[in-house]
């Protein structure tokens, strides 16, 4: 199973940016989706995650500006980064837990980079 990124890229701040995540690969289900991000000398940090059943969860500060979705008949995940900032410049990797009981990712993306600047 491989999770494959594409999106991402250089915008101005305000602007939108879209990222897509989808499953390669034979898989029976699994809990959960989502996106982490890392920027330069920081820890990766979880971004948004959305159950494959369930209500879709944000970390603070992109409450309100980002907006992650699913589509099951697709095996893909989204994230729409509005409203962008400085701030947000990191590399972007989609995740995939298979279980609720997961504490780490079973599966991660490659990894995309997006680059917030004027």
């Known amino acids: 199973v491989q999770l494959v990124e594409s999106g991402g890229g250089l915008v101005q701040p305000g602007g939108s940016l879209g990222l897509s995540c989808t499953i390669s690969?034979?898989?029976?289900?699994?809990?959960?989706m989502g996106w982490y991000r890392q920027a330069p000398g920081k820890e990766r940090d979880l971004v948004a995650w959305?159950?494959?059943?369930?209500?879709?969860n944000y970390t603070d500060s992109v409450k309100g500006r980002f907006t992650i979705s699913i589509d099951l008949h697709k095996d893909t995940v989204y994230l729409q980064m509005d409203r962008l900032k400085p701030e947000d410049t990191a590399v972007y990797y989609c995740?995939?837990?298979?279980?609720?009981?997961?504490?780490?990712?079973?599966?991660w993306g490659q990894g995309t980079q997006v680059t917030v600047s004027s």
């Open positions: 690969g034979n898989l029976f289900g699994f809990y959960a």
């Open positions: 995740f995939l837990n298979l279980h609720i009981s997961s504490t780490v990712p079973d599966f």
């Open positions: 959305i159950p494959s059943v369930g209500s879709a």
